[in-house]
Each structure stands twice: as C-alpha cells, then as structure tokens.
T-cell receptor, first 110, second 110 residues
Framework: KQEVTQIPAALSVPEGENLVLNCSFTDSAIYNLQWFRQDPGKGLTSLLLIQSSQREQTSGRLNASLDKSSGRSTLYIAASQPGDSATYLC?????????FGTGTRLQVFP | DTAVSQTPKYLVTQMGNDKSIKCEQNLGHDTMYWYKQDSKKFLKIMFS???????INETVPNRFSPKSPDKAHLNLHINSLELGDSAVYFC?????????FGPGTRLLVL
C-alpha cells in the first residue's frame, strides 16, 4: 500500500532563503508525482508535475526533482518570499489515483 | 474562466439531513474525482469517474452517492449527514494524469 510522507511538517524561514521540501513514497511504481500549493481556506494549485520518466521539472523559482528508485522527491524554492507562505503537498499517481502526503506548512517572514 | 467549479462553497447543516454538492469542469477532461480533506488537512480520494462510469470507490459509506450526468459534471449526494462528515470536499478532473482541483466545499454538520 502506497504511503507518502512529507518532511518537515512545518517550516518557518526569513525572506530570501533557499529551501528544500522533502517527499518520500514507499512504492516506486508510480506514474508521476505532482506538487501542489494550498493557501489557508483555499483549494489546491498545481505547481509542478514530474512524469515517472523525468528527473526534474522547473517553473520560475521552483524546481522539483524525482528519484523513483529511492522513493524521493524534493521541491526546491529559491529566494523565498512572504507570498510563498502556504501548505505544500506532494502527491503520487498510483495506478489510477493520487495519494497525498501530509503536507509541509511553510511560513516565510519578512 | 474557472476550470473546475464547485457549489456551494460553504454548507452548514444539521445531523440527519441530506445534501448535495455539485461539480463542473470545462476542461474537456474524461476523468473526475471527489476528495475529502479532514480536520488534520489530510486529503484522501473518495470516488473517481471516467466518462460517467465509476472506476474508484475507496470504501466510502453508502450514504455517499456520486452521480455523473455527463463527463463534465460529477455531483456528490450525502444522505443522513453525521458529525464526522464535516470536512472540505474537493472535486478534481484530469486527462493525462495531471489533476486540476476545484476550490472546495466546506461542509459543517451540527
């Protein structure tokens, strides 16, 4: 049974820092991995999608990597800003559904 | 234009009532989903429909009945609401594994 874990659960950093959010999954047989952002009281916004054959994806200040063999993905956020404050969720596409991690709650203070 | 929309945004009701949540997507996707996000913010799939056909039912109580009148709509009807049904319910759609989420419906059962 696929399980997705995110570390750390919460992170508080000063503006301008580069940071890494971690996601691990127990079964490497995944189709893809998707990173989402959720603002308080809001829905989910898709940030990056990495296909199982890919190693990384980049969008602006965000870079996500995928290592299927070790069951890990990282989301790298460069030059963090207060507007990056949100909960970040990773989810793996397992056969026919997304299985979500528990999320990392990020706060970037000025 | 909203890609995945849900109504209502908020729903407050008494135990034992029956309620419905509606979802519509204008992305032309074949597959739609319902997810539940509990008080601990953990997201879990409930149902998935592909072209109006049920393909995933994640051991959800029979009080929950999804209905897909066409592939652009997936509604969720809940009978005999219980306190534990209080959560945020998200609708999503996908075409090639990447999922797009609606804004969520916040259900509170009193």
């Amino acid at each position: 049974k696929q399980e997705v874990t995110q570390i750390p659960a919460a992170l508080s950093v000063p503006e301008g820092e580069n940071l890494v959010l971690n996601c691990s999954f127990t079964d490497s047989a995944i189709y893809n991995l998707q990173w989402f952002r959720q603002d308080p009281g809001k829905g989910l916004t898709s940030l990056l999608l990495i296909q199982s054959s890919q190693r990384e994806q980049t969008s602006g200040r965000l870079n996500a990597s995928l290592d299927k063999s070790s069951g890990r993905s990282t989301l790298y956020i460069a030059a963090s800003q207060p507007g990056d404050s949100a909960t970040y969720l990773c989810a793996v596409y397992d056969t026919d559904k997304l299985i979500f991690g528990t999320g990392t709650r990020l706060q970037v203070f000025p | 234009d909203t890609a995945v929309s849900q109504t209502p945004k908020y729903l407050v009701t008494q135990m034992g009532n029956d309620k419905s949540i509606k979802c519509e997507q204008n992305l032309g996707h074949d597959t739609m989903y319902w997810y539940k996000q509990d008080s601990k913010k953990f997201l879990k799939i409930m149902f998935s429909y592909n072209n109006k056909e049920l393909i995933i039912n994640e051991t959800v109580p029979n009080r929950f009945s999804p209905k897909s009148p066409d592939k652009a709509h997936l509604n969720l009807h809940i009978n005999s609401l219980e306190l534990g049904d209080s959560a945020v319910y998200f609708c999503a759609s996908s075409q090639i594994k990447a999922q797009y989420f609606g804004p969520g419906t916040r259900l509170l059962v009193l």
